[in-house]
Each structure stands twice: as structure tokens, then as C-alpha cells.
């Protein structure tokens, strides 16, 4: 079974989208896995997909691409991963791998660039099927639902902190709260610098009725979240991730 998208329009005019449809099982090509899939991540992608900002080369198709699932099968030419394997699935399904841009590793500017759940189904899924190239070994310390999140919007948030050259005692500005910045506020927090040297300062907090009626809007799945104060603010503690929502109080300090 997988959730299909067979038309573009708007959600408000027609929330339901999504159609729930009985599909062949896919069969791998020479390079590719065949995963069967065990969570997969909301992103706002594909909303734009959906109402057509980034339109999918094809229809019908089925989105996602924060998967993770396990190996199902292989096809002949595929020899990364074993059956039973745990993989991950983002954005990037695949890319020339000759370019400039593919050399230098930027694969998401190559002209031949296609992406998961867009260009090819995705994983609103019970199976499909991608490249091993483009599959990733999700390690134990994470469960399903808290690895999915981290093939799109931590990775995203975590390249773009890595960019920012952020040193202790410097500050970070945060525009807006979504899970790209959660990705890079909890990695701050919890791996690299130690309270109180930096500061993080993040724009739009919400109260966490608004939180969880955003959350709701866009059918996240909710998960327990603990925290300890420092200094009358919040800090996410025990976890260096965690999936959605985190519900913003205060601004946070590290």
C-alpha cells in the first residue's frame, strides 16, 4: 500500500490529496535496494509538492523522502548492503556523479539531479526501491521515528551550523523554529559547546498550544520530550536528537 498523489492543487481547497492505493511491489534495478519501509518523516516539501511550487516530473506519484526501513532485497549489481540491513533514504535519489557539481559534493546542484518522493516514489510506502548509493546505515542509538527526521531537516540543520563557524562565546540566530533549526539547536546544546559560553536566539517562539496545533495541522506524529531548567530557560536534555514536536517555551541557552 503507499499514499499517492495524483494531481496537484490546494490543500485548502482539498485536503485530502493523498489517495491510499494498493501497489505492485517494485522491483529493484541492477544498483538499487528494494526497502521495506518502517517510518517516514513529514516535511514541508511536500506541501509544496502537493500544491505545485516544486511539481513532480511525474504522476502519480508517491512522496517522502525521510525513510528508513530495512533491506528487503537487492539487485545484482548492489553489494553495499546485506537483507535485514537498516537504511536511510533522503532528498537526493540520485545525480550524474560526473559534474562539477557531483565532483565537488554537491550532488543536489547536478543538472541531472532527481529527487526522492518527487522524481521517483518515495516513501509514503510499505516499499520502494533507490539506489544503494543513496542509502545510508542508520546506527542502533536511533529509533525509526527519530532517525527519519534527520535524512532532510538535520542534515540541513546541521550542514548549516557547521557552515556558520559558531565558536564558543559566539552567538546564533535562529529565523523561525522549524525542524532544521531544532536539528541545529539540539546538536549545539547537547554535542560541541557547554553551558553558559553560547547563546542561541531563535525568532517566532510559540507557546506550545501553538506548537501542538501547528504539530496536529501537519499530522506529526507527538513524542515525549524532557527537559531540565538552567537559569529559567529550557534545555533539551538526555537525547543529542529528538524527532517532533519540541515544544519552544523560552528562548533557550546552551
Given at each position: 500500500?503507499a499514499?499517492?498523489?495524483?494531481?496537484?492543487?490546494?490543500?485548502?481547497?482539498?485536503?485530502?490529496?493523498?489517495?491510499?492505493?494498493?501497489?505492485?511491489?517494485?522491483?529493484?534495478?541492477?544498483?538499487?535496494?528494494?526497502?521495506?519501509?518502517?517510518?517516514?518523516?513529514?516535511?514541508?516539501?511536500?506541501?509544496?509538492?502537493?500544491?505545485?511550487?516544486?511539481?513532480?516530473?511525474?504522476?502519480?506519484?508517491?512522496?517522502?523522502?525521510?525513510?528508513?526501513?530495512?533491506?528487503?532485497?537487492?539487485?545484482?549489481?548492489a553489494?553495499?548492503?546485506?537483507?535485514?540491513?537498516?537504511?536511510?533514504?533522503?532528498?537526493?535519489?540520485?545525480?550524474?556523479?560526473?559534474?562539477?557539481?557531483?565532483?565537488?559534493?554537491?550532488?543536489?546542484?547536478?543538472p541531472?539531479?532527481?529527487?526522492?518522493?518527487?522524481?521517483?516514489?518515495?516513501?509514503?510506502a510499505?516499499?520502494?526501491?533507490?539506489?544503494?548509493?543513496?542509502?545510508?546505515?542508520?546506527?542502533?542509538?536511533?529509533?525509526?521515528?527519530?532517525?527519519?527526521p534527520?535524512?532532510?531537516?538535520?542534515?540541513?540543520?546541521?550542514?548549516s551550523?557547521?557552515?556558520?563557524?559558531?565558536?564558543?562565546?559566539?552567538?546564533?540566530?535562529?529565523?523561525?523554529?522549524?525542524?532544521?533549526?531544532?536539528?541545529?539547536?539540539?546538536?549545539?546544546?547537547?554535542?560541541?559547546?557547554?553551558?553558559?559560553?553560547?547563546?542561541?536566539?531563535?525568532?517566532?517562539?510559540?507557546?506550545?498550544?501553538?506548537?501542538?496545533?501547528?504539530?496536529?495541522?501537519?499530522?506529526?506524529?507527538?513524542?515525549?520530550?524532557?527537559?531540565?531548567?538552567?537559569?529559567?530557560?529550557y534545555?533539551?536534555?538526555?537525547?543529542?536528537?529528538v524527532?517532533?514536536?519540541?515544544?519552544?517555551?523560552?528562548?533557550?541557552v546552551t
Open positions: 500500500q499514499m499517492v498523489l495524483k494531481k496537484i492543487g490546494l490543500l485548502r481547497e482539498n485536503e485530502e490529496r493523498l489517495a491510499l492505493e494498493n501497489l505492485a511491489v517494485p522491483q529493484p534495478a541492477a544498483n538499487e535496494l528494494l526497502i521495506r519501509v518502517s517510518a517516514c518523516g513529514v516535511c514541508h516539501t511536500e506541501l509544496d509538492e502537493i500544491e505545485g511550487r516544486t511539481p513532480p516530473s511525474r504522476l502519480p506519484v508517491v512522496l517522502g523522502h525521510q525513510v528508513i526501513g530495512r533491506v528487503h532485497a537487492a539487485g545484482g549489481k553489494t553495499l548492503f546485506q537483507a535485514g540491513d537498516r537504511v536511510g533514504v533522503g532528498w537526493i535519489f540520485s545525480a550524474c556523479g560526473s559534474c562539477g557539481f557531483c565532483l565537488a559534493g554537491n550532488e543536489n546542484l547536478c541531472d539531479f532527481k529527487a526522492t518522493g518527487r522524481d521517483f516514489h518515495g516513501g509514503y510499505e516499499y520502494m526501491t533507490a539506489p544503494e548509493s543513496s542509502c545510508f546505515a542508520i546506527p542502533d542509538i536511533f529509533s525509526d521515528i527519530e532517525a527519519a534527520l535524512l532532510c531537516a538535520g542534515a540541513i540543520g546541521f550542514r551550523l557547521r557552515l556558520t563557524g559558531l565558536t564558543n562565546g559566539m552567538t546564533l540566530g535562529l529565523c523561525g523554529f522549524g525542524a532544521s533549526a531544532i536539528s541545529s539547536f539540539i546538536w549545539h546544546a547537547t554535542q560541541i559547546y557547554k553551558p553558559p559560553e553560547s547563546n542561541i536566539i531563535q525568532q517566532n517562539v510559540w507557546s506550545n498550544e501553538d506548537c501542538i496545533k501547528e504539530i496536529q495541522y501537519q499530522d506529526m506524529v507527538k513524542h515525549e520530550v524532557n527537559y531540565e531548567k538552567y537559569e529559567n530557560r534545555v533539551k536534555a538526555h537525547q543529542p536528537f524527532s517532533f514536536p519540541l515544544f519552544v517555551e523560552e528562548s533557550y
